[in-house]
């Protein structure tokens, strides 16, 4: 079982940055690949990026790629996401997710509650 709890949202502005974290509690956190969903209002949950349990392999969405930068600490069971050079159509919830591969993310049975992130333009 794993228990995951997003942080780091907020309101800021087009071309500022924002750290979001995932705190995840239970022994096998360091076992799972973990990755990072995103809804905007009125749309389908999309994958933003995804990491290995050794942090070995990321894999980003095209939208993201060279802005927004997925890590995780096994030590802490935290993961994070560096976005910077936010854009308006980067809003929504940002939602953290743990499974056995990237691959298989969007079926994972564990998620956060979600975590809001607005950017104004």
């Known amino acids: 079982q794993v228990q995951l709890v997003e942080s780091g949202g907020g309101l800021v502005q087009a071309g500022d940055s924002l750290r979001l974290s995932c705190a995840a509690s239970?022994?096998?956190?360091?076992?799972?690949?973990m990755g990072w969903f995103r809804q905007a209002p009125g749309k389908e949950r999309e994958f933003v990026a995804g990491i290995t349990w050794d942090s070995d392999t990321t894999e980003y969405a095209a939208s993201v790629k060279g802005r927004f930068t997925i890590s995780r600490d096994n030590a802490k069971n935290t993961l994070y996401l560096q976005m910077n050079s936010l854009k308006p159509e980067d809003t929504g919830v940002y939602y953290c997710?743990?499974?056995?591969?990237?691959?298989?993310?969007?079926?994972?049975?564990?998620w956060g509650q979600g975590t809001q992130v607005t950017v104004s333009s």
């Open positions: 997710a743990a499974n056995v591969f990237i691959q298989t993310l969007s079926k994972s049975a564990y």
């Open positions: 239970g022994r096998t956190f360091s076992t799972y690949s």
